[in-house]
């Protein structure tokens, strides 16, 4: 069974950082494409940042050059680190995972978790 369990949100002043852990287990991590995507009240859930098994990474034009996401196989671990937070980051954010082929609405998603950014 799928499973994966986001960790790490919490509340933080604008300007601040939080790094966020999704862990998974009963899939095959390394062969994954990993992904965060985040729903703010009100607003259609949006993609944030992804992963491939090879390393390759996208991210919204939103976040970019202030969101890192990185992965570690060993520890069935992908990570959000988020520096420079403003306020309309505050949103759920939740973890996905699935095969390359798989659209990520078909894929596997976490609980979320909720970050909120203070201004």
């Known amino acids: 069974q799928v499973q994966l369990v986001e960790s790490g949100g919490g509340m933080v002043q604008a300007g601040g950082s939080l790094r966020l852990s999704c862990a998974a287990s009963g899939i095959i991590f390394s062969l994954n494409t990993m992904s965060w995507s985040r729903q703010a009240p009100g607003k259609q859930r949006e993609l944030v940042a992804s992963?491939?098994?090879?390393?390759?990474?996208n991210y919204a034009d939103s976040v970019k050059g202030r969101f890192t996401i990185s992965g570690d196989n060993a520890k069935n671990t992908v990570y959000l680190q988020m520096d420079s937070l403003k306020a309309e980051d505050t949103a759920v954010y939740y973890c996905n995972s699935r095969p390359p082929w798989v659209p990520i609405d078909r894929g596997t998603w976490g609980q979320g978790t909720q970050v909120t950014v203070s201004s």
């Open positions: 992963i491939t098994s090879g390393g390759s990474t």
